[in-house]
């Protein structure tokens, strides 16, 4: 097996051969399995252990508490949407993972193809800042979503959003958030917080004869009674961002915090035990991701860091002005924990590439995306979530940030070092 | 003494680096004198095939600037002058007299307080040393007498090293004869220079030098934090940031300070050169003592482990020294040899290991997590070139707080004003960036072609 897989890699350099046609993607799996045989070839003679393969990996070992947890929480939510409250937790994890790794199977095969084909043409090596995007991708999306429209956001992000620019690390923005953002403003209904994450019942009567509408490992007995059962108490499903909204929109004068307290409590908000997109509603699982890219050094903390600043200052300063009870009374506590505010601030805006260069540029990027996101989830009726919004427009102006921070730099060294 | 620390950097602890001992090999029949490893040498070649020639005659000097003269170290008779692609000389070999029967060439004794910076000048530029000074960070030769003395100047000497398996000079100084043309070497390079700044690690430096700075007055004694790369005189210059116009900084090898005492106290050339032997590829890991112009073959392959792997020479540092083949002799630039094995094994998985003995600057790895440790060497690129992702560590690293990603960018594009803007010649090639970038690239080759690029437009 070993010395067969040597010859088609061998046999990829033959132009002649059927296998050289498949260079890109045969060299990828074989440099991934095995470091590869290159030596340096010039001063310096030695190099750091790290490459950018080694990077992604750890990216993508940080995201994996949040897979984990979001496949967990798509399979109680499930259950949670016809009734059944008290499932296990292996009930609720093979229920997930139907609905959840699907998408993330799709997600790696379509993208990886697009890019695959644009690095067949280009006769470029395949780069591994797809290994992030295309777990990225799946854990900003809602688990209720249609596969045809999860294919169609992937392709376009991938394409339009990183390959037309030169492929992992020419993009100016986040080619994940861009494909989410693409399937927002395309497939509204699907994206919205409304009804996001009730499932429609795995069977539906349809004149007269009982059919199955989705994959599921629930019990088919439970949904039928589930189905014939008008008495059961139906979960909204509403995100909670989408619930601030409505309440707010309502205008019934008290405080929005108690009412979204009231259907999720600040615990639940923080474990994540609420509906939302896959990845997104765990701050808890963010937070241990945040510590494994902070202890490595993958991901920076300043612009983590920033995040929460600028979104605590704008929360803090919103609270103070609002005179009645309207979106812009909702506490820190509650913003950060609810919609994709953590795992935004964590995973996506710290992406190198879509973001700034300097120490100081990361900040002030980081403060920005906080500060937009509270801006546009309270002032903005059109939109009860703005984190995706905030970290794409800052990343069409990392470069500006970074421009005038470099200029800045330049200065300062100017004065210390070349002052004669 | 003034404490100097810098930012960026990194601690090298590596295997297979060269132990304390100093030993002598016999001197060999055949030496070969090559040209100095600058870019563009053109040589006017002073001497015929089967001519006698005695040490300290002028074998060839630099058509460009006739000051630069290389001597020969040992006097016999001229073997073959050997010449590469585009008739650039390549070697002289030399077929070296019996030690006994040897004749030297005798430079004109005086008294030091006779000495006057001009007829220095003079006996350096005709016993050939003087092409061992070199401007810092363009590493051009220094002008000839009238130039020389029209400009200030200050001379930087490390009496350490921080890279890998460079040669510890400091072994060296205990010999009571070196220490002695030392410091005369030293004396005389006071009289010539107008500063003298002498950089160590501790605070140990050599008593006799301690105390031979201090009754000198233009002679000033650092300590520098240690780390690599504390050695390198563009960054000592750096950090004593003395950019007045019109200073001709300049470094040079602690040898050439022994070398210009040998010529003052014994009127002759000295024959010896100093290099350390390092390496996976080595039995012997050692300081040695050889003639100038040995060949590699000679001092290398009594040492050389006998395998039938690939080994890589390498003259100078593991990170700014340069390949060098096997037949080639050892010339004036080479002041350690390092074999190492080629590193080309393919670990399985190796990305999704824990990784605690991978040498790194991050944390990426395991061993980012534990108290320094020392590597093996490996040769290895771990990876291969990608675009740049902006991660910023070329950045973090760079011991002179310029921002080599942002230049590199602007030299790919031919952009000279943005090079300039960014002091792309504040660069001093210490190599950590491209040790250190993930995406392999190389960061200072191109920072080399934007300089080049630079002075070729004007």
Request: glycine content about 6%; proline content about 4%.
């Amino acid at each position: 097996m070993a010395n067969y897989w040597k010859r088609i890699v061998e046999s990829t350099n033959n132009k002649n051969s059927f296998w050289s046609t498949q260079k890109a993607l045969i060299s990828a799996l074989d440099t991934f399995a095995r470091r590869p045989a290159h030596v340096t070839s010039q001063a310096p003679h030695i190099r750091d252990a790290t490459d950018l393969k080694r990077v992604m990996v750890i990216v993508v070992f940080s995201l994996l508490p949040t897979l984990l947890f979001g496949i967990w929480n798509t399979g109680k939510n499930t259950y949670m949407s016809i009734g059944v409250a008290n499932c296990s937790f292996m009930e609720a994890f093979i229920e997930g993972s139907v609905h959840v790794l699907p998408l993330v199977l799709i997600s790696y095969s379509v993208g990886g193809l697009c890019e695959t084909i644009f690095a067949q043409i280009r006769k470029h090596d395949i780069a591994e800042g797809f290994l992030v995007t295309g777990l990225l991708y799946p854990l900003v999306c809602p688990p209720t979503i249609p596969w045809w429209m999860f294919i169609c956001g992937i392709v376009f992000g991938i394409i339009i959003g990183k390959e037309l620019f030169g492929g992992t690390g020419m993009n100016i923005i986040n080619p994940a958030l861009f494909s989410r953002a693409f399937l927002f403003f395309s497939y509204p209904a699907a994206m919205s917080g409304d009804e996001v994450w009730i499932k429609k019942p795995f069977y539906e009567t349809i004149a007269g004869e009982i059919k199955p509408v989705l994959w599921t490992t629930i019990d088919t007995n439970r949904i039928l009674s589930f189905l014939n059962n008008s008495d059961v108490n139906l979960v909204s499903g509403q995100t909670p961002l989408a619930l601030a909204t409505y309440k707010a929109n309502l205008n019934m004068g008290s405080d929005i915090n108690t009412h979204v307290n009231q259907v999720y409590s600040k615990w639940d908000l923080f474990v994540g035990n609420i509906p939302g997109s896959i990845g997104e509603t765990s701050t808890l699982m963010c937070i241990i991701g945040a510590t494994i890219l902070i202890a490595t050094n993958v991901g920076a903390w300043r612009i983590m860091f920033g995040c929460f600043f600028g979104a605590g200052l704008t929360t803090y300063v919103l609270n103070i002005i609002s005179m009645n009870a309207s979106l812009l009374n909702v506490s820190f506590s509650n913003h950060i924990c609810m919609g994709g505010f953590c795992f935004g601030a964590v995973f996506m805006a710290t992406d190198p590439v879509s973001g700034p260069l300097h120490k100081l540029s990361k900040i002030i990027y980081g403060f920005m995306i906080g500060a937009l996101c509270i801006l546009i989830r309270t002032i903005n009726p059109a939109f009860p979530e703005g984190m995706m919004m905030s970290i794409l427009f800052m990343n069409i102006f990392s470069p500006l940030i970074d421009h005038y921070v470099t200029e800045w730099k330049v200065t300062k060294y100017k004065e210390k070092y070349h002052a004669r | 003494m003034n404490v100097f620390n810098f930012n960026g950097g990194y601690n090298f602890m590596l295997r297979d680096g060269s132990d304390s001992i100093v030993s002598y090999i016999l001197p060999s029949k055949i030496i070969g004198i090559s040209p100095p490893r600058v870019i563009n040498f053109k040589s006017k070649i002073c001497v015929k095939v089967n001519q006698k020639i005695v040490s300290g005659d002028v074998l060839f000097y630099h058509r460009k600037q006739a000051h630069i003269k290389i001597t020969s170290p040992v006097s016999g008779v001229i073997k073959s002058i050997v010449y590469g692609p585009k008739r650039v000389l390549e070697v002289i070999e030399i077929i070296a007299d019996e030690e006994k029967s040897s004749q030297y060439k005798k430079f004109k004794k005086m008294s030091i307080d006779l000495l006057n910076k001009k007829s220095i000048i003079t006996t350096l530029i005709d016993s050939g040393i003087w092409h061992k000074f070199r401007k810092i960070n363009s590493n051009d030769f220094l002008g000839d007498e009238n130039t020389f003395l029209k400009n200030q100047n200050a001379l930087f000497l490390s009496l350490f090293s921080t890279e890998p398996h460079l040669s510890q000079i400091k072994f060296l100084l205990t010999n009571k004869n070196y220490m002695q043309f030392f410091l005369y070497g030293l004396r005389i390079c006071s009289l010539l220079f107008n500063n003298i700044h002498i950089f160590d690690i501790d605070r140990n430096v050599p008593q006799k030098i301690f105390d031979f700075a201090h009754d000198i007055s233009n002679i000033d004694l650092y300590q520098i934090e240690n780390k690599y790369p504390a050695e390198n005189s563009g960054l000592q210059h750096f950090l004593i940031n003395n950019n007045k116009k019109n200073v001709v900084n300049i470094s040079t090898r602690i040898f050439a300070l022994i070398e210009i005492g040998h010529l003052f106290i014994h009127e002759n050339v000295i024959k010896e050169r100093y290099i350390n032997l390092s390496g996976n590829g080595l039995l012997k890991k050692h300081h040695l003592i050889v003639v100038a112009g040995t060949s590699l073959r000679a001092i290398l392959m009594p040492a050389m482990q006998k395998t039938t792997a690939k080994f890589r020479i390498i003259s100078g540092g593991l990170l700014t020294g340069h390949k060098l083949h096997l037949d080639k002799y050892l010339s004036d630039d080479d002041t350690a040899l390092h074999v190492s094995k080629e590193d080309t094994e393919r670990i399985p998985l190796f990305f999704f290991r824990l990784g605690w003995n991978n040498m790194t600057m991050l944390k990426t790895w395991g061993s980012g997590f534990l108290p320094p440790q020392t590597h093996s060497i490996s040769t290895n690129n771990n990876g291969e070139e990608r675009a740049c992702v902006q991660c910023g560590y070329c950045i973090d690293v760079c011991p002179v707080q310029i921002m080599p990603s942002l230049i590199m960018k602007a030299s790919i594009s031919n952009n000279i004003e943005k090079m300039e803007h960014l002091f792309i010649n504040d660069c001093i090639h210490c190599e950590l960036c491209t040790f250190v970038c993930p995406s392999k690239i190389e960061i200072v080759q191109h920072i080399k072609n934007g300089k080049d690029f630079i002075r070729k437009e004007g």
